[in-house]
């Protein structure tokens, strides 16, 4: 990838680099790679951008021990300390603009002087017919237009809660000679799965993301619980029956059928960058858009899409505000 001067595709990328049969193996792997931490078609994928992300030196990551709902709770009482207004369960319908912005969602009108768009890149994409479409003014069309140039990749995830982390017992762990496992990765339909190690709640996380999620967008619950169970089965070298005694509780979240999201997050093709450019820069200083897909110094979701609406916020701060 060093070696590499002109940006292709990451699928180009192994046909011109690594074609020969002995490297089979490889390219297999760095495509699964690319599909399920980037959540990326690597047929659409900047082999640049990839190599970029790699380069980016180990930093301590930090997750907040609650999740991420105390995060949502402080971001949402600053803003009502501020005196911000916060409306829920009200989806945007339109967008307008003249001397004012004017939007419109289910409940009726709401006017400003400036707009930051926030919402996932997969709304922007959306097609009329779809639950979560905007109508935009067609003078934002190049806006639009720049969204559709970067990936939005599919993410569906799992949550299995069983009575026990068996995965953690020292005769299973002596069974299987494998020391107490944090991340999980198999040749298995549902390849990604981490546990909560080093802590012993019995909860494990499936992931499977990029172009396997969308072929998989419609299946039903059932056929999800299945697949789970039988790719633990294999991972575990544990009975499919002998796993379903064992669970407890189990939540699928398929964000590609989400009507509001529409994806999981975004990865980089060839097309992103310049896509990006032209989305940070607002539209007569009213329309601004915002979130993990215009980061500047971030590929992390949370961090990315913090960055950005921080970023925004200042830029916004900035510009001078002339009132109609």
């Known amino acids: 990838m060093k070696a590499c001067e002109e940006d292709v595709s990451v699928d180009d990328f192994l046909k011109q680099s690594f074609k020969v049969k002995k490297y089979e193996t490889l390219r297999n792997q760095f495509r699964k790679y690319v599909e399920g ?34 995060l ?8 009502l300390q501020n005196g911000c207004t916060i409306k829920i369960g009200e989806p945007v319908l339109k967008v307008s603009l003249n001397k ?16 930051i768009v926030a919402v996932p890149v997969g709304v922007l994409q959306c097609r009329k017919s779809q639950k979560s479409f905007i109508e935009f003014p067609s003078f934002l069309n190049d806006y639009l237009k ?23 017992q020292q005769d299973f762990l002596q069974k299987q000679n494998i020391p107490a496992p944090s991340y999980i990765f198999g040749d298995t339909i549902i390849p990604t799965w981490w546990t909560q190690y080093p802590s012993k709640v019995p909860l494990l996380t499936g992931w499977i993301a990029g172009p396997s999620s969308y072929k998989m967008k419609n299946y039903s ?42 994806g999981g997050y975004s990865y980089p093709t060839l097309k992103t960058r310049e896509a990006q450019e032209t989305l940070r820069n607002p539209y007569e200083k009213m329309v601004y858009f915002a979130g993990e897909y215009l980061a500047k110094e971030s590929t992390s979701t949370v961090d990315a899409a913090l960055q950005s609406g921080t970023s925004v ?4 701060l900035k510009d001078k505000i002339e009132r109609p």
Not at 72 to 79: C, P
Not at 231 to 253: H, P, Q, T, W
């Open 37 to 70: 931490y980037d959540a990326a078609d690597p047929t659409k994928t900047s082999i640049v951008a990839i190599r970029e992300e790699m380069e980016i030196e180990d930093e301590d990551q930090y997750r907040p021990k609650e999740g991420y709902t105390p």
């Open 146 to 168: 720049a969204a559709k140039q970067i990936g939005n990749g599919g993410v569906i995830k799992f949550l299995l809660e069983f009575d026990k982390a068996f995965w953690l």
């Open 313 to 316: 916020a200042e830029q916004i």
């Open 100 to 115: 004012i912005v004017e939007v419109f969602t289910p409940s009726g009108k709401y006017i400003g002087i400036k707009l």
């Open 72 to 79: 949502i709770n402080f971001l949402r009482e600053t803003s």
């Open 221 to 262: 619950e059932k056929k999800f619980k299945e697949l789970l169970l039988s790719s633990l089965s294999s991972i575990f070298s544990v009975s499919a029956k002998a796993l379903e005694k064992k669970l407890k509780n189990y939540k699928i979240m398929n964000w590609i059928k989400e009507p509001h999201i529409l």
